[in-house]
């Protein structure tokens, strides 16, 4: 199974190769915080993008572990790629782009990453 995404406009668009995540993590960073994000971290060798690269923007904050990209067009930010606590490549994938991801029953866990 796989499941798809993409930023509002449409320009960035990507596949996640698994069974869609039935948790989420909200974290109450400032950046995240403020844009909502709902994510679910998934090894990057099961990420592809399949649209849109061109289209991307990069923003780091912090400590800069994470690139969160974003469209340039729309400025939804879909997902962020970066390393895990394991060394291991990953992509942090916004599930609120993910239209067919009911967000309503997600189990949510939340993290204070404003502690980081």
Do not use: W
């Amino acid at each position: 199974m796989a499941y798809s995404g993409s930023c509002h406009c449409g320009a960035v668009t990507f596949e996640v190769e698994g069974d869609a995540p039935t948790t989420a993590m909200s974290c109450n960073c400032s950046h995240c915080r403020r844009k909502g994000f709902l994510l679910s971290f998934v090894p990057a060798d099961t990420f592809t993008l399949a649209t849109g690269g061109e289209a991307l923007t990069e923003y780091r904050f912090n400590r800069h572990v994470l690139a969160h990209r974003f469209c340039a067009t729309c400025g939804c930010q879909p997902f962020a790629s970066g390393t895990g606590p394991d060394g291991k490549d990953m992509v942090a994938v916004n599930l609120r782009c993910v239209p067919d991801i009911a967000l309503d029953v997600l189990d949510v866990q939340n993290v204070d990453g404003a502690s980081f």
